[in-house]
């Protein structure tokens, strides 16, 4: 069965520095997705892409968050200068109508130090 | 804000049906319940969903109440693997690009 697939599955960074997060949709998929989980929290929703554009954005998803889709496969969230307050977990996910199902992908912990 | 209400959490014995209830009592007519499990720390996992009518597929069964106000998810012979975090989620797709909005869901635990 095809799957949401991310890159790294852990990484570790100092604050201040930025990060790229790396995911690779299913393949016929249009819909894109980011959520984050901060430990012993809930979900919660990033920002949505489709049509090469930003469809929606939580207030989560301020100037230091961005999302581009640089080929026809990857689509990754940069943090420009990360905190300590980004560390969580990230996940992507992916659908291919607009009424489907997400597919979720397992997911990068972020550690800020 | 999430707009369904769920136990925090449940138990299940091994090979015993799991019912997991969930209320959604402001749900519009163009609403679909979705449910979703997490399994420690992975990505949230798509488990099933419908509009009105009962559903089954072949992780689970969905049944929807007449008046659409709540609805259960019944794993019919529940495995130590089914232990997880299940969320119940109300989706319009009619104002949103479809964006999920997770709550706390339910910490079902299987045991032997």
């Known amino acids: 069965e095809p799957e949401v697939t991310q890159t790294p599955s852990h990484q570790v960074t100092q604050m201040g520095q930025e990060v790229i997060l790396r995911c690779v949709p299913i393949s016929n998929h249009l819909y894109f997705y980011w959520y984050r989980q901060i430990l012993g929290q809930k979900v919660e929703f990033l920002v949505s892409f489709y049509n090469n554009e930003i469809s929606e954005k939580s207030e989560i998803f301020d100037d230091q968050f961005s999302v581009e889709r640089p080929d026809g496969s990857n689509f990754t969230l940069k943090i420009r200068s990360t905190k300590l307050e980004d560390s969580a977990m990230y996940f992507c996910?992916?659908?291919?109508?607009?009424?489907?199902?997400?597919?979720f992908g397992n997911g990068t912990r972020l550690t800020v130090t | 804000d999430a707009k369904t209400t769920q136990p925090t959490s449940m138990d299940c014995a091994e090979g015993r049906a799991a019912n997991l209830p969930c209320n959604h009592s402001?749900?519009?007519?163009?609403?679909?319940v979705y449910w979703y499990r997490q399994i420690h720390s992975q990505g949230p996992q798509y488990i099933i969903h419908?509009?009105?009518n009962n559903e089954t597929n072949e992780m689970a069964s969905l049944i929807i109440t007449e008046d659409r106000k709540s609805s259960t998810l019944i794993l019919p012979h529940a495995t130590l693997r089914d232990t997880a975090v299940y969320y119940c989620i109300v989706l319009d797709y009619g104002g949103s690009q479809g964006n999920l909005i997770f709550g706390k869901g339910t910490k079902l635990s299987v045991k032997p």
């Open positions: 402001t749900i519009s007519g163009n609403e679909y």
């Open positions: 419908g509009l009105k």
């Open positions: 996910a992916s659908k291919n109508r607009h009424n489907s199902p997400l597919h």
